[in-house]
Protein backbone atom coordinates (compact mmCIF):
# COMPACT_ATOMS: atom_id res chain seq x y z
CA UNK A 1 0.00 0.00 0.00
CA UNK A 2 2.46 2.50 0.61
CA UNK A 3 4.33 1.96 -2.59
CA UNK A 4 1.08 2.24 -4.07
CA UNK A 5 0.10 5.48 -2.24
CA UNK A 6 3.81 7.11 -2.83
CA UNK A 7 3.18 6.25 -6.70
CA UNK A 8 -0.61 7.69 -6.95
CA UNK A 9 0.59 10.82 -4.38
CA UNK A 10 4.39 11.39 -7.49
CA UNK A 11 1.99 11.38 -10.31
CA UNK A 12 -0.94 13.53 -8.58
CA UNK A 13 1.90 15.95 -7.52
CA UNK A 14 3.71 16.07 -11.46
CA UNK A 15 -0.31 16.46 -13.12
CA UNK A 16 -0.97 19.41 -10.72
CA UNK A 17 2.34 21.03 -11.30
CA UNK A 18 1.83 20.28 -15.02
CA UNK A 19 -1.91 22.20 -15.10
CA UNK A 20 -1.32 25.20 -12.66
CA UNK A 21 2.23 25.49 -15.11
CA UNK A 22 -0.14 25.34 -17.94
CA UNK A 23 -3.11 28.01 -16.43
CA UNK A 24 0.12 30.44 -15.54
CA UNK A 25 1.21 30.01 -19.52
CA UNK A 26 -2.42 30.80 -20.91
CA UNK A 27 -3.02 33.43 -18.66
CA UNK A 28 0.38 35.38 -19.29
CA UNK A 29 1.18 34.84 -23.01
CA UNK A 30 0.19 36.00 -26.45
CA UNK A 31 1.04 32.37 -27.64
CA UNK A 32 0.82 29.85 -25.24
CA UNK A 33 0.50 27.03 -27.64
CA UNK A 34 4.50 27.47 -28.93
CA UNK A 35 5.16 28.16 -25.34
CA UNK A 36 3.92 24.62 -24.21
CA UNK A 37 5.16 23.42 -26.80
CA UNK A 38 8.72 24.14 -26.31
CA UNK A 39 8.60 23.55 -22.55
CA UNK A 40 7.26 20.28 -22.86
CA UNK A 41 8.35 18.86 -26.34
CA UNK A 42 11.35 20.77 -27.22
CA UNK A 43 13.51 18.65 -26.00
CA UNK A 44 13.01 15.97 -28.04
CA UNK A 45 13.13 17.81 -31.45
CA UNK A 46 16.35 17.07 -31.86
CA UNK A 47 19.11 15.50 -30.85
CA UNK A 48 21.45 18.12 -28.99
CA UNK A 49 18.96 19.09 -26.85
CA UNK A 50 17.83 15.58 -25.78
CA UNK A 51 21.53 14.66 -24.84
CA UNK A 52 21.98 18.04 -23.30
CA UNK A 53 18.82 17.09 -21.17
CA UNK A 54 21.24 13.87 -20.10
CA UNK A 55 24.46 15.63 -19.91
CA UNK A 56 22.62 18.47 -17.49
CA UNK A 57 20.90 15.67 -15.62
CA UNK A 58 24.93 14.38 -14.35
CA UNK A 59 25.30 17.45 -11.98
CA UNK A 60 21.95 16.77 -10.06
CA UNK A 61 22.39 13.13 -10.06
CA UNK A 62 26.02 13.30 -7.98
CA UNK A 63 24.50 16.10 -5.45
CA UNK A 64 20.59 14.33 -5.75
CA UNK A 65 22.65 10.81 -4.57
CA UNK A 66 24.84 12.63 -1.88
CA UNK A 67 22.01 14.37 -0.08
CA UNK A 68 19.51 11.41 -0.67
CA UNK A 69 21.97 9.59 1.66
CA UNK A 70 22.13 11.98 4.08
CA UNK A 71 18.98 12.28 4.60
CA UNK A 72 18.47 8.58 4.92
CA UNK A 73 20.34 8.37 7.77
CA UNK A 74 18.19 11.05 9.68
CA UNK A 75 20.31 14.01 8.89
CA UNK A 76 19.91 17.43 7.18
CA UNK A 77 23.71 18.66 6.11
CA UNK A 78 23.78 20.44 3.26
CA UNK A 79 28.24 20.26 3.17
CA UNK A 80 27.47 19.01 -0.82
CA UNK A 81 27.43 22.23 -1.49
CA UNK A 82 31.06 23.04 -0.67
CA UNK A 83 32.10 19.59 -0.92
CA UNK A 84 31.03 20.17 -5.35
CA UNK A 85 32.53 23.38 -5.38
CA UNK A 86 36.32 22.30 -3.53
CA UNK A 87 35.90 19.39 -6.09
CA UNK A 88 35.90 21.90 -9.20
CA UNK A 89 38.96 23.67 -7.18
CA UNK A 90 40.80 20.68 -6.80
CA UNK A 91 39.86 19.70 -9.99
CA UNK A 92 41.33 23.10 -11.77
CA UNK A 93 44.72 22.65 -9.20
CA UNK A 94 45.40 19.44 -10.48
CA UNK A 95 44.40 20.02 -14.17
CA UNK A 96 46.72 22.94 -14.70
CA UNK A 97 49.60 22.45 -12.25
CA UNK A 98 50.17 18.46 -12.30
CA UNK A 99 50.63 16.41 -15.45
CA UNK A 100 50.08 13.03 -16.02
CA UNK A 101 49.08 10.60 -18.80
CA UNK A 102 45.68 10.97 -20.69
CA UNK A 103 43.31 8.07 -18.69
CA UNK A 104 44.88 8.43 -15.92
CA UNK A 105 44.85 12.47 -14.82
CA UNK A 106 41.25 12.16 -14.90
CA UNK A 107 41.52 9.21 -12.22
CA UNK A 108 43.47 10.90 -10.11
CA UNK A 109 41.49 13.64 -10.00
CA UNK A 110 38.75 11.96 -9.06
CA UNK A 111 40.20 10.44 -6.15
CA UNK A 112 41.65 13.48 -5.08
CA UNK A 113 38.06 15.18 -5.12
CA UNK A 114 36.39 12.24 -3.53
CA UNK A 115 39.12 12.74 -0.55
CA UNK A 116 38.75 16.21 -0.02
CA UNK A 117 34.63 16.03 -0.53
CA UNK A 118 34.95 13.04 2.11
CA UNK A 119 36.83 15.09 4.87
CA UNK A 120 34.45 18.38 3.95
CA UNK A 121 31.96 16.49 4.31
CA UNK A 122 32.52 14.62 7.64
CA UNK A 123 33.45 18.15 9.41
CA UNK A 124 29.36 19.05 10.39
CA UNK A 125 29.04 15.32 11.19
CA UNK A 126 31.92 15.43 13.70
CA UNK A 127 30.62 19.17 14.93
CA UNK A 128 27.11 16.98 15.84
CA UNK A 129 28.48 14.67 17.59
CA UNK A 130 30.79 15.52 19.22
CA UNK A 131 29.56 19.29 20.05
CA UNK A 132 25.96 18.20 19.62
CA UNK A 133 25.69 21.78 17.27
CA UNK A 134 23.24 21.42 14.52
CA UNK A 135 24.42 20.04 11.48
CA UNK A 136 22.16 22.04 8.86
CA UNK A 137 22.98 25.10 10.73
CA UNK A 138 27.08 24.33 10.20
CA UNK A 139 27.01 23.24 6.83
CA UNK A 140 25.25 26.21 5.56
CA UNK A 141 28.19 28.51 7.32
CA UNK A 142 31.06 25.83 6.12
CA UNK A 143 29.09 26.42 2.23
CA UNK A 144 30.10 30.17 2.70
CA UNK A 145 33.89 29.33 4.10
CA UNK A 146 35.07 27.21 1.38
CA UNK A 147 33.37 28.97 -1.25
CA UNK A 148 35.34 31.92 -0.41
CA UNK A 149 38.54 30.06 0.63
CA UNK A 150 38.22 28.21 -2.99
CA UNK A 151 38.43 31.46 -4.37
CA UNK A 152 41.05 32.36 -2.79
CA UNK A 153 42.82 29.55 -4.44
CA UNK A 154 42.00 30.62 -7.42
CA UNK A 155 43.09 33.51 -7.45
CA UNK A 156 46.67 33.31 -5.59
CA UNK A 157 47.42 30.35 -7.64
CA UNK A 158 45.53 29.15 -10.85
CA UNK A 159 44.12 32.49 -12.36
CA UNK A 160 44.54 33.64 -15.91
CA UNK A 161 45.78 37.11 -15.60
CA UNK A 162 45.21 38.01 -19.42
CA UNK A 163 41.34 36.65 -19.34
CA UNK A 164 38.72 39.42 -19.04
CA UNK A 165 36.95 38.12 -16.52
CA UNK A 166 37.50 35.72 -13.15
CA UNK A 167 38.66 32.19 -15.26
CA UNK A 168 41.95 29.88 -14.38
CA UNK A 169 44.55 29.14 -16.74
CA UNK A 170 43.41 26.57 -19.38
CA UNK A 171 43.04 22.82 -18.47
CA UNK A 172 45.93 20.40 -19.60
CA UNK A 173 44.14 18.02 -22.57
CA UNK A 174 44.75 15.03 -20.33
CA UNK A 175 42.49 16.47 -17.94
CA UNK A 176 38.97 16.43 -19.91
CA UNK A 177 36.48 14.20 -19.91
CA UNK A 178 35.68 12.76 -23.62
CA UNK A 179 32.49 13.63 -25.01
CA UNK A 180 30.10 10.68 -26.33
CA UNK A 181 28.09 11.82 -29.17
CA UNK A 182 29.41 14.81 -31.55
CA UNK A 183 27.34 17.64 -31.50
CA UNK A 184 26.48 16.96 -28.09
CA UNK A 185 27.19 18.04 -24.60
CA UNK A 186 26.82 14.35 -23.58
CA UNK A 187 30.04 13.42 -21.68
CA UNK A 188 31.35 10.25 -19.69
CA UNK A 189 30.80 11.40 -16.34
CA UNK A 190 26.95 10.78 -17.14
CA UNK A 191 27.86 7.10 -16.69
CA UNK A 192 30.66 7.56 -14.06
CA UNK A 193 27.25 8.93 -12.05
CA UNK A 194 24.93 5.84 -13.11
CA UNK A 195 28.24 3.87 -11.71
CA UNK A 196 27.77 5.62 -8.67
CA UNK A 197 23.80 5.42 -8.30
CA UNK A 198 24.41 1.26 -8.82
CA UNK A 199 27.08 1.50 -6.06
CA UNK A 200 24.94 3.56 -3.48
CA UNK A 201 22.00 1.52 -3.90
CA UNK A 202 24.12 -1.87 -3.52
CA UNK A 203 25.38 0.49 -0.78
CA UNK A 204 22.52 1.13 1.34
CA UNK A 205 19.75 -1.55 0.27
CA UNK A 206 22.72 -4.65 0.36
CA UNK A 207 25.08 -4.38 3.07
CA UNK A 208 24.66 -4.30 6.57
CA UNK A 209 25.85 -0.75 6.92
CA UNK A 210 23.17 0.39 4.56
CA UNK A 211 20.93 -1.95 7.16
CA UNK A 212 22.24 0.78 9.53
CA UNK A 213 21.82 4.13 8.23
CA UNK A 214 17.83 3.12 6.85
CA UNK A 215 16.93 2.04 10.82
CA UNK A 216 18.99 5.40 12.29
CA UNK A 217 17.11 7.16 9.78
CA UNK A 218 13.94 5.84 10.46
CA UNK A 219 14.34 5.10 14.69
CA UNK A 220 16.88 6.56 15.57
CA UNK A 221 16.43 5.61 19.52
CA UNK A 222 15.62 2.41 18.38
CA UNK A 223 18.73 1.59 16.32
CA UNK A 224 21.28 3.12 19.40
CA UNK A 225 19.56 0.56 21.53
CA UNK A 226 19.77 -2.30 19.49
CA UNK A 227 23.49 -1.84 19.36
CA UNK A 228 23.61 0.10 16.13
CA UNK A 229 26.78 2.26 16.38
CA UNK A 230 24.62 5.70 15.11
CA UNK A 231 27.89 7.78 15.65
CA UNK A 232 29.65 5.93 12.93
CA UNK A 233 27.00 6.03 10.49
CA UNK A 234 26.02 9.48 11.36
CA UNK A 235 29.93 10.27 10.06
CA UNK A 236 30.19 7.54 8.00
CA UNK A 237 27.31 9.07 5.37
CA UNK A 238 28.45 12.27 5.72
CA UNK A 239 31.88 11.38 4.53
CA UNK A 240 30.30 9.39 1.39
CA UNK A 241 27.58 11.79 0.69
CA UNK A 242 30.71 14.72 0.78
CA UNK A 243 32.82 11.82 -1.47
CA UNK A 244 29.90 12.02 -3.90
CA UNK A 245 29.27 15.27 -4.67
CA UNK A 246 33.46 16.27 -4.83
CA UNK A 247 33.16 13.75 -7.73
CA UNK A 248 30.27 15.31 -9.15
CA UNK A 249 32.25 18.61 -9.23
CA UNK A 250 35.69 16.89 -10.89
CA UNK A 251 33.08 15.92 -13.60
CA UNK A 252 31.11 18.64 -14.26
CA UNK A 253 34.59 20.64 -14.22
CA UNK A 254 36.80 18.28 -16.67
CA UNK A 255 33.55 17.57 -18.60
CA UNK A 256 32.01 20.85 -19.13
CA UNK A 257 34.65 23.67 -19.11
CA UNK A 258 38.17 24.22 -20.40
CA UNK A 259 39.00 26.58 -17.22
CA UNK A 260 37.56 27.26 -13.78
CA UNK A 261 35.32 30.15 -13.56
CA UNK A 262 32.79 29.45 -10.98
CA UNK A 263 32.39 33.20 -9.51
CA UNK A 264 29.47 32.26 -8.00
CA UNK A 265 28.50 29.03 -6.52
CA UNK A 266 26.43 26.71 -8.75
CA UNK A 267 24.29 25.79 -6.00
CA UNK A 268 23.80 21.95 -7.03
CA UNK A 269 23.38 21.20 -3.69
CA UNK A 270 19.92 22.77 -3.68
CA UNK A 271 18.59 21.26 -6.66
CA UNK A 272 19.71 17.99 -4.97
CA UNK A 273 17.28 18.55 -2.24
CA UNK A 274 14.55 18.50 -5.15
CA UNK A 275 16.08 15.31 -6.52
CA UNK A 276 16.16 13.76 -3.35
CA UNK A 277 12.54 14.71 -2.66
CA UNK A 278 11.57 13.55 -5.93
CA UNK A 279 13.58 10.09 -5.32
CA UNK A 280 12.37 9.29 -1.97
CA UNK A 281 16.21 9.26 -0.98
CA UNK A 282 16.35 6.05 -2.90
CA UNK A 283 19.18 5.91 -5.71
CA UNK A 284 17.64 3.62 -8.01
CA UNK A 285 15.22 6.35 -8.62
CA UNK A 286 17.81 8.97 -8.58
CA UNK A 287 18.39 9.06 -12.32
CA UNK A 288 14.53 9.75 -13.50
CA UNK A 289 14.27 12.74 -11.10
CA UNK A 290 17.66 14.23 -12.25
CA UNK A 291 15.99 13.47 -15.67
CA UNK A 292 12.80 15.24 -15.48
CA UNK A 293 14.18 18.09 -13.42
CA UNK A 294 17.06 18.19 -16.28
CA UNK A 295 14.20 18.04 -19.03
CA UNK A 296 11.78 21.46 -17.72
CA UNK A 297 14.97 23.02 -17.20
CA UNK A 298 15.74 22.52 -20.77
CA UNK A 299 12.58 23.12 -22.29
CA UNK A 300 12.22 26.31 -20.01
CA UNK A 301 15.31 27.45 -21.55
CA UNK A 302 13.83 26.71 -25.01
CA UNK A 303 10.67 28.12 -24.01
CA UNK A 304 11.72 31.44 -23.44
CA UNK A 305 14.24 31.70 -26.36
CA UNK A 306 11.28 30.80 -28.65
CA UNK A 307 8.36 32.71 -27.07
CA UNK A 308 7.39 35.11 -24.55
CA UNK A 309 7.51 33.26 -21.47
CA UNK A 310 10.67 33.43 -19.64
CA UNK A 311 12.33 30.21 -17.79
CA UNK A 312 11.08 31.11 -13.87
CA UNK A 313 8.59 29.24 -15.09
CA UNK A 314 10.68 26.05 -14.08
CA UNK A 315 11.10 27.53 -10.30
CA UNK A 316 6.95 27.43 -10.34
CA UNK A 317 7.09 23.85 -11.02
CA UNK A 318 9.10 22.82 -8.62
CA UNK A 319 7.87 24.52 -5.77
CA UNK A 320 4.75 23.06 -6.28
CA UNK A 321 6.10 19.55 -6.52
CA UNK A 322 7.99 20.25 -3.32
CA UNK A 323 4.73 21.96 -1.55
CA UNK A 324 2.40 18.60 -2.41
CA UNK A 325 5.58 16.10 -2.28
CA UNK A 326 5.92 16.89 1.30
CA UNK A 327 2.86 17.74 2.12
CA UNK A 328 2.05 15.37 4.93
CA UNK A 329 -1.81 15.90 4.65
CA UNK A 330 -1.47 15.72 0.63
CA UNK A 331 -3.78 13.01 -0.31
CA UNK A 332 -4.43 11.09 3.02
CA UNK A 333 -7.54 11.08 3.35
CA UNK A 334 -7.49 9.10 0.07
CA UNK A 335 -4.97 6.53 1.59
CA UNK A 336 -7.11 6.23 5.27
CA UNK A 337 -10.10 5.30 2.90
CA UNK A 338 -8.16 2.37 0.60
CA UNK A 339 -6.45 1.11 3.78
CA UNK A 340 -9.98 1.06 5.66
CA UNK A 341 -11.68 -1.06 2.40
CA UNK A 342 -8.61 -3.44 2.64
CA UNK A 343 -9.23 -3.96 6.57
CA UNK A 344 -13.08 -4.71 6.08
CA UNK A 345 -12.09 -6.72 2.58
CA UNK A 346 -9.81 -8.85 5.13
Known amino acids: MNKKFTTVRLVCAFSIAII ?12 PFVAISNLFLGPLQSKRHFFDVLASSVPLMFTGLALGLVFKSGN ?26 VGVHPVVILLAA ?4 GIIGSIPALLKVYFHTNELVT ?14 IVNKFLIDRQAGTFASL ?41 YEIRISGSNPHFAKYSGINTKKVIIMTQVIAGAVAGI ?10 PRFNWQDSPSYAWDGVIIAILSGNNPKFVPLAAFFLAYIRVGAD ?4 RSDVQNEL ?18 AGWKQRQEAKKALEG
Open 139 to 152: SLMLNYVFFYFGIF
Open 76 to 101: FSMITDAALYTGGVVTAALAIKVILP
Open 20 to 31: ISIAIIFSISKE
Open 114 to 117: AIVG
Open 302 to 305: LMSR
Open 248 to 257: GGAVEQMAMY
Open 314 to 331: VSIIQAILILFITAERFM
Open 170 to 210: RYQNSATLPTLLRGTKLHVGFFIAIAVVILLYILVYKTKFG
